[in-house]
């Protein structure tokens, strides 16, 4: 895959989750996360596409090649920060994929993060066993 020359970049966050996602025009649809082949590095099943989402919702899928390097957080939010990157990334290259892309759900941040861990409990929830005696 080639990684040089022009790129359009764009960074989605989920969780704990960062991923800086590079899109290269004139590509073949090869995909390279953490300089890994896309399908071993999200081995799950669904998981490559739905990272790739946004390339399938907007008809691009071997128009561009994709580089990604992502950090932080588990499998499903390294996944969903892709997906955010990559619609980011797409949105600089045609302002136009704006509508689709929104009506997909493809650019809101899901802002879900962990709850804090409250006094007297064990978790930011999970009291302690309640003993009568």
Do not use: H
């Not at 907007?58 to 090649?65: D, H, K, M, Q």
């Amino acid at each position: 895959m080639t990684t040089s020359g022009q790129y359009f970049e764009g960074v989605g966050r989920r969780k704990e989750a960062s991923a800086r996602v590079r899109i290269y025009p004139g590509g073949s649809g090869n995909v390279v996360i953490n300089d890994k082949d896309g399908k071993d590095f999200l081995p799950r099943l669904g998981d490559l596409d739905l990272a790739l989402a946004p390339l399938r919702v907007t008809g691009l899928e071997s128009v561009y090649n994709v580089s990604v390097k992502v950090s932080g957080g588990g499998i499903t939010g390294q996944t969903s920060a892709i997906t955010l990157g990559l619609a980011r990334a797409l949105l600089k290259v045609d302002p136009e994929l704006r509508a689709t892309l929104r009506k997909a759900g493809l650019l809101t941040r899901d802002a879900r993060i962990k709850e804090r861990k409250k006094p007297g409990l064990r978790r930011a929830r999970k009291a302690p066993t309640y003993t009568k005696r």
